[in-house]
């Protein structure tokens, strides 16, 4: 239901990566700030909770953000950079983000 909802507001490559994570692909990207502005729009997102048979649930989110070539030479540190940025952001508690290595 996330994935669905998060798919039909962005115009970028989401993949599943594991259980609850999931990864953002932009490529090309011109400003680093467009990622701030795209976390933001999707803690937009989960304003409204997910109806699923007769249950309700609201959703947080903490976003890591990493970019190539600044904080990683290849995609596996890329994603290691990224990781260990979302796990700043759960630090600050609920629907946040953090770049790296900041």
């Given at each position: 239901a996330l994935s669905s909802r998060f798919k039909t507001a962005i115009k970028e490559e989401l993949i599943r990566?594991?259980?609850?994570?999931f990864v953002i692909l932009m490529s090309d990207l011109q400003d680093s700030s467009y990622a701030e502005r795209l976390a933001t729009r999707l803690f937009g997102l989960l304003d409204s909770p997910f109806e699923i048979e007769e249950d309700s649930f609201k959703l947080?989110?903490?976003?890591?953000i990493s970019f190539f070539p600044e904080h990683a030479t290849n995609s596996i540190e890329?994603?290691?950079?990224?990781?260990a940025a979302m796990y700043e952001a759960k630090k600050t508690g609920q629907n946040?983000?953090?770049v790296y290595p900041g």
């Open positions: 990566f594991s259980g609850d994570e947080n989110c903490c976003i890591g890329l994603i290691k950079h990224a990781n946040s983000y953090h």
